[in-house]
């Protein structure tokens, strides 16, 4: 990734490379990574850790799920159209430490965690 990409300001949240992402996730404690797939493709796997919140649901669920407005969230998708809908979304709701960091295509060298499905 370009310097440009791994520190660009859109609106009220920052588009971030994978290396801050992966950075953020380490040192903040307190960081939430949000998927926004859909639950198919989560179950189908998703990066360790993440809570699932499907963008279009971000709306009605959001504030439930994320309940501290000043919490960092690190926001994932696929590709990236979703995680920007969804950046977008969070911030008219009023939270302040936004960090999206594209789709899973950028995470291929890096595992994913599938839920275990017990018989």
Known sequence: MNEEKQHQVTGSFKQIDLTCALELSRT??????LDVRT???????????AVLLPYDQIPA????????????ILIYCRAGRRS????????HMGYTRIYEFGG???WREYELVTPLHLN
């Open 39 to 49: 639950k198919e493709e989560y179950d189908m796997g998703h990066l360790e850790n």
């Open 61 to 72: 669920l959001a504030n439930n799920i994320l309940p501290n407005k000043d919490t960092p």
């Open 84 to 91: 920007v809908i969804a950046a977008h979304y969070l911030v």
């Open 28 to 33: 903040t404690p307190d960081a939430i990574i």
């Open 104 to 106: 899973l295509t950028l």
